[in-house]
């Protein structure tokens, strides 16, 4: 049995039917089931829990094997922030996978996670990796770069797609990388497959970097129309987070990511993933086709 935690989320609705087309038992744990649209799922049993409530999470924990945690709260605030869920949350979980005896665990990390990057949920996602690999549990740690799903999408293109004006920071020109969602799914089911006896560390990016106007232009090709984009000043996404900081630290955190990804070159390339687990990487304009099916 494989517990998926955060399987109503971006990642956990990719990864839990790969699981269960790959013969696996899942236990869905979610804080709202209803939004995770898998109790007529055969071969899934949908539990409500949360990371903020240990004594939910062990009792998850009966007869499982394995723990996927695809769950994050980036954009959380008060009740939900993410020192609560991203820290202490994990935390929890990584107590209750090893006092049940749980064989493997596998951490969604986040590209660039290090001890010193400048927004909080990067340093979080690093001491966590750390607590994971001391809790003696085999597992394997991952890092996407930013879901094409969210960043891309939620963020750039829906505006576009729907011929609504789109706000970037900036000149939206400096090249960043975004995955889909699905691979960094389908990459989790391999590495359960091929790599469960290893400790392993892997970054996963996308086939391109990108920068936003290229993003922009993207949708817009996609939607055959010309896209509406309004520019503004960085110094004006600086002063939004620091003014959002005590209302909303999600909100600010998300201004904060935005104005580093505007003002910070890191490009990343998939080479050293793809030598040890070859497979296809989808292209942001492949993506964003299928979306826009889905939504004509």
Request: hydrophobic share 45%; no cysteine; net charge positive.
């Amino acid at each position: 049995m494989i517990l998926v935690v955060g399987a109503s989320g971006t990642l956990g609705r990719q990864l839990v039917p790969l699981l269960t087309e790959a013969g696996h038992r899942v236990r869905a744990l979610t804080r709202k089931p209803s939004r995770a649209g898998l109790h007529d799922t055969p071969g899934v049993e949908v539990v409500t829990g949360d990371l903020r409530d240990p004594e939910s999470l062990r009792a998850a924990m009966r007869g499982v094997t394995s723990v996927i945690s695809a769950s994050h709260a980036i954009t959380g605030s008060g009740g939900g922030a993410s020192a609560r869920v991203d820290d202490a949350g994990q935390r929890a979980l990584i107590a209750a996978a090893r006092d049940a005896g749980v064989t493997h665990f596998t951490f969604i990390s986040v590209l660039g996670a290090s001890a010193t990057h400048p927004i909080d949920f990067w340093r979080t996602k690093w001491a966590i990796e750390g607590a994971v690999r001391a809790s003696g549990i085999p597992h394997a740690i991952i890092r996407p770069s930013a879901f094409m799903d969210f960043h891309a999408y939620e963020l750039i293109g829906k505006a576009v797609l729907r011929g609504k004006r789109v706000v970037l920071f900036g000149a939206g020109d400096r090249p960043r990388n975004f995955v889909a969602a699905a691979d960094v799914a389908r990459l989790v089911v391999r590495v359960l497959a091929e790599a469960r006896d290893e400790n392993v560390t892997l970054e996963i990016d996308g086939p391109e970097d990108l920068s936003s106007m290229d993003v922009v232009r993207t949708f817009a090709r996609v939607a055959g129309r010309e896209a509406k984009v309004t520019h503004l000043p960085m110094g004006m996404a600086r002063a939004l987070a620091r003014l959002a900081r005590p209302l909303h630290e999600g909100v600010a955190r998300v201004l904060q990511a935005a104005v580093h990804g505007e003002t910070v070159e890191e490009p990343y390339a998939p080479d050293a993933l793809l030598a040890r687990f070859p497979m296809p990487l989808t292209r942001l304009e492949e993506w964003a086709r299928a979306r826009a099916a889905t939504i004509r």
